[in-house]
């Protein structure tokens, strides 16, 4: 499946920014919907317009098949990166705009800051979810 990288930034930076702005509220607060309604609508083209087989992994199958891979940089100091080529779309979309001003290598990301996004991704959902039932 062909993916289309500019609609597929588009949406994940929309589902960013309204997760972003979820952050700060509690679940219940009418200030919310807007930003359920987004999310709603960003849900829905991810069924109709589904942007590979990936979208649908578990963070726990996600964080399994992506290695970190021992680097070294220019400069001879070591590092622990995730390669960009192992992150599968969505989720490396998802993760560049979630991580746009993170420092990083040409070859990929800091593991630290994937390992990061995957835990905040749980907790985005988790509160997501909770606004969800209010």
Do not use: C
């Not at 709603?40 to 083209?45: F, L, P, S, Y």
């Not at 992994?57 to 400069?75: G, N």
């Not at 835990?119 to 959902?125: F, K």
């Amino acid at each position: 499946m062909a993916v289309n990288l500019e609609s597929l930034w588009q949406r994940e930076r929309a589902r960013r920014a309204a997760l972003w702005n979820l952050e700060g509220l509690r679940p219940g607060d009418d200030r919310a919907k807007p930003h359920l309604n987004i999310l709603d609508e960003i849900d829905r083209q991810d069924l109709e317009h589904p942007h590979g087989d990936a979208q649908f992994m578990t963070i726990e199958e996600l964080r399994a098949s992506v290695p970190e891979t021992p680097y070294e940089s220019s400069d001879g100091h070591h590092f622990v990166i995730v390669l960009d080529q192992h992150i599968p779309q969505v989720w490396r979309t998802r993760f560049e705009a979630a991580n746009a001003l993170a420092e990083r290598f040409s070859e990929g990301s800091y593991a630290h800051d994937w390992r990061r996004f995957l835990r905040v991704w749980i907790r985005d959902m988790e509160h997501l979810a909770a606004h969800r039932l209010s």
